[in-house]
């Protein structure tokens, strides 16, 4: 009797085994884990995007596209990916962490593994400074540790506390592991408006020389990004050693917009607003709204950023 009982309870847990890793399976196809099914990089997906939804931003969309395919691809990096995205507002650089986020997580920007930190929302009182480093820290050694592809946005980068900047600063370097966690699997993306004006001016000298927008290059950019961002005391960046330590990897530059620009965000709101696209709603709308140089109207003030509330007035 007994082997036959010690069959039947043998029989009794692989049934058991096969049914819970098949509940298992079942509960990663609905929720989100972190496995390959939810987090698969598809670069035909973010060129496609990059070209087709973000407008006048040549160079940004071909240093990212560049850096994240180069990232993703390395089955070993040597440190996590560091981008930090510099512009004039409403240019594009929380919408491009928003195509990146959606070339990597099924779910985008509302995956449980991409983390959004604004510095005025999040950490606004410079008195809690030592709470907001280590809740910071915890934050993303904790999220890390759950799913090494993780991926954190620092908003407003330039208001962020130096000190604050320092604090994450280990995590971004060419450590193997630090307290048995490896952060080189991970993505960092900070976006600030520092440089925006040294931005804007190479683009109006190109303008200004009757010279194509398109013909405006990385290098061209550089000068003017290194002038603001690395010499400017007030910089965040110039207070830590992010720059003198070569922790980021890429600083990507956003050209101001042109009247075009506006329309063309103008129609791709009205279609994500389920509305036919229409020039001439779109025509009167950035027509009213503020351009510099003020006689000849070249670059939006406020870039594409308001347009999806001002659209509401002339449809
Ligand atoms: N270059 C662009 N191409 C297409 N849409 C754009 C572009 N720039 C901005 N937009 C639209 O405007 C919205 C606001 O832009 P976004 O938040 O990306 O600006 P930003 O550069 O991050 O500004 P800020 O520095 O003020 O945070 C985006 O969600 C997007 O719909």
């Known amino acids: 009797i007994e082997p036959i009982s010690t069959g039947i309870a043998m029989g009794i847990a692989a049934a058991v085994t096969g049914f819970l890793a098949r509940y298992q399976n079942v509960l990663y196809y609905f929720q989100e884990c972190c496995r390959p099914e939810w987090m698969s990089y598809n670069k035909t997906g973010l060129e496609e995007d990059l070209r087709t939804k973000l407008f006048g931003q040549h160079v940004a969309a071909r240093v990212i596209l560049k850096a994240v395919t180069g990232f993703m691809n390395n ?3 040597r440190k996590p990916l ?10 594009g650089k929380n919408y491009v962490s928003q195509l990146i986020a ?35 820290q915890q934050w993303i050694k904790g999220n890390v540790t759950n799913c090494p592809r993780s991926m954190f946005i620092f908003d407003e980068m330039d208001k962020m506390h130096p000190g604050l900047i320092d604090s994450i600063k280990p995590y971004l370097d060419f450590y193997d592991n630090l307290d048995g966690v490896s952060y080189r699997q991970a993505i960092f993306i900070f976006l600030s408006n520092a440089g ?18 398109e013909e405006i290059e990385l290098k061209h950019l550089e000068t003017a990004l290194s002038l603001s961002v690395f010499n400017n005391k007030n910089s965040g960046f110039w207070h830590t050693s992010l720059i003198d330590k070569n922790l980021v990897d890429f600083f990507v530059p956003f050209l101001p917009l042109e009247y075009k620009h506006v329309v063309q965000c103008g129609l791709a709101e009205m279609a994500a607003k389920g509305l036919t696209p229409d020039e001439e709603v779109v025509d009167r709308m950035a027509r009213d709204l503020s351009f510099f140089p003020k006689e000849e109207r070249v670059f939006s003030r406020q870039g594409c950023k308001i347009i999806s509330s001002r659209l509401d007035f002339y449809i």
């Open 196 to 213: 925006g004006e040294n931005i804007v001016q190479v683009a109006l000298d190109f303008w200004t020389a009757g010279r194509e927008r």
């Open 102 to 136: 959606e070339s990597i997580y099924c779910k985008g920007m509302t995956s449980g593994f991409v983390h959004l930190f604004t510095a005025t929302a999040h950490f606004p009182h410079e008195m809690h400074l030592e709470l907001y480093k280590s809740q910071l």
């Open 82 to 91: 560091v981008l930090s995205l510099h512009g004039w507002t409403g240019t």
């Open 75 to 77: 089955k070993n990096p």
